[in-house]
């Protein structure tokens, strides 16, 4: 049978369209751009916070000794600002979160001990005032959020994996254990926060990556478990979940989705980067990590969008800078 030439092309157009069509849908998104480096010493096991929309990023370990010096960042003019050092104790692996007009840090490891203290940061003052101890055991490498007028602590290591929560209220100054929280016992998780809710995500707890996904609701202390992060369900939703799982990521927020990047798995450090869908408690592949793959980075997030900073690879502590722009095509050059 004789095929005319116009059915022929046309045969073949809609085959190149098929295909390019599917290309196209399939594309990896996602675009790193760097900016200006931490004017401070290169670090991994920072604290971020932000206050009024301004990003605090601090102590840590250079890989000789740990840091007490504390950064603001101006994302609208991409620069960095020194401010006052964390009085008392230089320390790694401390929490940090924002709490109206005011940042806290505390928690951590000084090398030697576990710590517990806690202090408040006054931006406008650029200066500490000591609060209560955090009523919880010493520790290091657990997470931190503020929602609304209160601040939350979780997880987190004090000679034991833990799994514990709790409650700070600066106006009263004072800790409560909330109960109820049903995940595993973890160090290195992320924790972020979306429409006054708090999420807590990944981590290891004794050699075992943890795959379990948590939300927290403050207005009645609720806590709900989310889809997993790893392959284990029936389903084909997760097919493709095969690098979700780590221990000391960074996450941050841009829009209505999360992100989860760089982190160490099984031994291997990760560029891997992953967009969760609050609406569908769904995750989707987005483009690596730009720089050097690493572990003890932070994240967080402005107005400006989302931020990957720090952390360190098996022998170098870094300061660069990553901006993610989750709509864009990737482009080498910037």
């Known amino acids: 049978m004789k095929i005319s030439k116009a059915l022929l092309f046309l045969s073949i157009l809609a085959a190149w369209f098929i295909s390019c069509k599917s290309t196209s849908s399939s594309t990896v998104l996602g675009n790193w751009v760097t900016k200006s480096v931490l004017d401070g010493v290169a670090r991994s096991e920072a604290v971020s916070f932000v206050v009024n929309d301004t990003p605090y990023v601090g102590t840590g370990y250079d890989g000789n000794v740990r840091l007490s010096d504390m950064w603001a960042y101006n994302a609208a003019g991409d620069f960095w600002t020194q401010k006052a050092d964390l009085p008392g104790t230089p320390r790694s692996s401390a929490v940090a979160f924002g709490v109206g007009n005011y ?17 408040q940061y006054n931006p406008v003052a ?8 955090f009523a919880g055991t010493a520790r290091y490498d657990a997470v931190a ?7 939350y602590l979780a997880t987190g290591f004090d ?13 009263t100054d004072s800790w409560t254990q909330i109960n109820g929280y049903g995940g595993e016992k973890r160090l290195g998780a992320v924790a972020f926060v979306y429409n006054n809710k708090g999420y807590i995500v990944t981590g290891i707890n004794n050699g075992v990556e943890e795959n379990d996904f948590w939300s927290f609701d403050p207005s009645n202390n609720s806590f709900t478990a989310l889809r997993n992060i790893s392959n284990v369900s029936t389903q084909t939703y997760d097919d493709q979940y095969t690098n979700i799982v780590r221990d000391n990521a960074a996450a ?49 997030s402005v107005t400006k969008g989302g ?28």
């Open 126 to 133: 650029n200066t500490y005032i000591q609060k209560n101890n």
């Open 103 to 119: 940042g806290y840090i505390g928690t951590g490891f000084d090398g030697v001990n576990k710590l517990n203290d806690m202090w």
């Open 252 to 300: 941050f927020i841009v829009g209505d989705k999360a992100y989860l990047s760089t982190g160490e798995s099984n031994g291997s450090l990760m560029t891997a980067t992953w967009e969760y869908d609050f609406a569908t408690d769904l995750w989707t592949s987005k483009t690596a990590f730009e720089g050097a793959a690493r572990q003890g980075a932070v994240g967080f």
């Open 145 to 151: 959020f503020g929602i609304l007028t209160k601040g």
């Open 307 to 334: 931020y990957v900073t720090t952390g360190r690879s098996s022998t170098f502590a870094f300061d660069d800078v990553r901006q993610f722009f989750p709509l864009e095509a990737y482009n080498a050059n910037d």
């Open 159 to 171: 000679g034991n994996y833990l799994k514990d929560f709790w409650r700070y209220d600066p106006a």
